[in-house]
């Protein structure tokens, strides 16, 4: 071995003499010992460089569009039972959450790949991957540039951060930038085909949604209909990266203050007020019921729902020997005609159920595939017949706020994205994102 670095430093020497620099080669009279010396050096310069490369990329992360991290909760299990995820390439893992794991004298080692690991929370230890127990402490596993996440079928890009949940359980956090986040959530919640216009309406929406979610109510976001559709690194295109950078930034408020800005497939022909959606306090631009007559060419505008006898009486626990001869009938309705209240009747006209509208819904949709569901509670007709129960209404969804197929038709006749959200939250204003104050103290914007 001595021999051998020896021998590197008559090289190097000879390679330095050849360019006219100082330290001419074995010709200088150079020692046996210092040309070893010399031959060692230029094998460990490297490596240390490239080990120090490698703390630079943590602790100094790239800048980006926004400067808000997104929280998405990607799976979560209750205590002693494991969330699964893979990482298809070389990583780095910390202790700690989330981005203060890179400021903080947290890291644990290098891997590469890790196929179906299982994290587990263990009471009064810590956090279980596959065989190694980490004490007391949530972790962050970062991906280097050739590896990406894994959860379920979808992968994701950013950061992930694997963490105890509620009552001693774990759960699986994607932490990335809110730009790369709305590209893979845009196609997700709105076809492609549509107009650029509607789509960019679409992202701001979303966006004030987004950061609403993250600033003024629980932190995080989840990655589906109960929050909004995230379809990970795989809906992360080109298209949808571009009609998000033409909207950098925009965000939807009222009176200064961002609101979540509700959306849904098909209004039906008005939309819903959020106080009787969600029976709850909200701002001005969510209570209106704005007339929408640009909806009707939506496939979900009209649809129908059938019960039969014994579907009534399995799903609504009605004796059976009276299901065919009970009646349904819509009890209570707002003020834009949305059901709120629904009750069967036997044939004298004593009550038998009286169901609220959503819960009376999400019932009859049970194990049903989408074009045999009821799609909304904006019912227009309740017949009965045979023993069966028809029911017809409009729209898709809860209704409020932005009326997509609606944005659609307004986009084709001309309307710019901001007309078509200044149409639907009549009130609010689009302002750029640095407009909004305290949202750096409301731990949304990256130091």
């Known amino acids: 071995m001595t021999r051998f670095f020896e021998a590197l430093g008559d090289l190097i020497g000879r390679q330095i003499g050849a360019r006219g620099e100082t330290g001419a080669g074995p010709g200088d009279g150079a020692s046996a010992k210092a040309r070893w010396l010399r031959g060692l050096f230029f094998v460990i310069a490297p490596l240390l460089l490239h080990a120090m490369a490698g703390f630079v990329f943590v ?5 980006r569009i926004s400067g808000v991290t997104v929280k998405v909760i990607l799976d979560s299990a209750e205590r002693g039972d494991p969330v699964i995820f893979s990482v298809d390439g070389s990583y780095r ?40 127990l980490f004490r007391n402490q949530d972790l962050t596993l970062v991906p280097e540039e050739n590896g990406d996440i894994q959860v379920g079928s979808k992968h994701y890009s950013g950061i992930l951060h694997i963490e105890r949940g509620e009552d001693d359980g774990v759960r699986l956090v994607n932490l990335l930038d809110m730009e790369d986040y709305l590209a893979a959530v845009l196609f997700r919640e709105m076809p492609a085909s549509f107009p650029r216009e509607a789509l960019k309406s679409q992202v701001v929406a979303a966006r004030t949604y987004t950061l609403y979610c993250m600033t003024e109510e629980r932190g995080f976001l989840l990655p589906d209909s109960r929050s909004q559709m995230y379809g990970g690194t795989r809906a992360n295109t080109a298209y949808s990266r571009e009609i998000v ?39 001005e631009p969510l209570n209106q019921g704005i007339p929408c007559g640009y909806c009707s060419d939506s496939p979900y505008y009209s ?87 028809t029911i017809e209404g409009r729209g898709w969804g809860h209704g409020v706020g932005f009326c997509q197929y609606g944005s659609r038709r307004l986009a084709l006749q001309g309307s710019n994205h901001r007309q078509i959200l200044e149409y639907y939250y009549r009130g609010s204003k689009i302002q750029p994102l640095t407009h909004l104050e305290n949202l750096a103290d409301k731990g949304s914007i990256n130091p």
């Open 93 to 132: 893992l910390f202790r700690g959450g989330g981005l203060r794991a890179f400021h903080d004298p947290g890291f644990i080692g290098y891997g590469y790949r890790l196929d179906e690991a299982e994290a587990r929370w263990s009471q009064d230890e810590g956090i279980w991957i596959k065989d190694r």
């Open 303 to 389: 649809w129908t729902a059938t019960l039969s006898a014994a579907e009534t009486a399995e799903k609504f626990e009605l004796p059976l020997a009276i299901a065919s001869t009970v009646e349904l009938g819509v009890t209570q309705r707002d003020t834009t005609g949305r059901s709120r209240e629904l009750a069967f009747f036997d044939q004298r006209g004593n009550l038998l159920l009286r169901l609220d509208a959503g819960r009376f819904k999400r019932i009859l949709n049970r194990g049903r595939d989408l074009k045999y569901r009821m799609l909304s509670c904006l019912i227009d007709d309740i017949r009965h017949r045979d023993g069966r129960i």
């Open 59 to 63: 602790t100094e992360p790239a800048p």
């Open 245 to 283: 950078n033409e909207t950098v930034g925009e965000v939807l408020t009222f009176e200064g203050q961002l609101f979540p800005a509700y959306y849904s497939s098909t209004c039906g022909g008005i939309t819903a007020r959020a106080c009787d959606e969600f029976s709850s306090t909200s701002p």
